[in-house]
Antibody, heavy 120, light 110 residues
């Protein structure tokens, strides 16, 4: 069955960088759009970034452009999210999510989330 | 991109129906038929309940239905059951390969 497992979260200092990983199983990341969605403690969901099924296009939330980079390794069937210049407001659970199709923004599979806490 | 507007809370007794609204603009909800609804229980990831306004993924009970009129989408849960309690979020394609979520609604089964 489809499974997404995030890793790489933790407590990090402001201004540093972090890379989150998402290991996919039960499907290949080259057949579906893949996304990252975050949720700050006690708040709602925020779409962060997405990559087309063929890797030809990467898109980011307008408010987050510049510090976030989505990438993938097809050989490992993994997706990544690099976050630079971390700020306190980046503290959140980061979910890896699979699109229902190649690119539709309908997220039908989610990981359990990786918690990132930005604190000095 | 501003978050879509949802009521903070909604409630109903078992067996009753509850409808949650999701208000946006012509740039998102009103402009595309790509509105989705997610259910989230505490400490769990969201679960897709409705996509493309009114489509149910396999395994989602037909008690859940979606609709849209103009810039507002709605999720109706009929025949409320205790396990329907949780947070519900709408989302919409917002053009330029962007997506926006709603503010979230906590549904309580009385």
């Amino acid at each position: 069955q489809v499974q997404l497992v995030e890793s790489g979260g933790g407590v990090v200092q402001p201004g540093t960088s972090l890379t989150l990983s998402c290991a996919a199983s039960g499907f290949t990341v080259s057949t579906h759009g893949m996304h990252w969605v975050r949720q700050a403690p006690g708040t709602g969901l925020e779409w962060v970034a997405g990559m087309w099924h063929d890797g030809s296009n990467k898109n980011y939330a307008d408010s987050l452009k510049g510090r976030f980079t989505i990438s993938r390794d097809i050989s490992k069937n993994m997706v990544f999210l690099q976050i630079n210049s971390l700020r306190a407001e980046d503290t959140a659970a980061y979910y890896c999510a699979r699109d229902i199709r190649q690119w539709a923004f309908d997220f039908n599979s989610w990981g359990q989330g990786a918690l990132v806490t930005v604190s000095s | 991109q501003s978050a879509l507007t949802q009521p903070p809370s909604a409630s109903g007794s078992p067996g009753q129906s509850v409808t949650i609204s999701c208000s946006g603009s012509s740039s998102d909800v009103g402009g595309y038929n790509h509105v989705s609804w997610y259910q989230q229980h505490p400490g769990k990831p969201p679960k897709l309940m409705i996509y493309e306004v009114n489509q149910r993924p396999s395994g989602v009970p037909d008690r859940f239905s979606g609709s849209k009129s103009g810039n507002t989408a709605s999720l109706t849960v009929s025949g409320l059951q205790p396990e329907d309690e949780g947070d519900y979020y709408c989302s919409s394609y917002a053009g330029s390969n962007n997506c926006v979520f709603g503010t979230g609604t906590r549904v309580t089964v009385l």
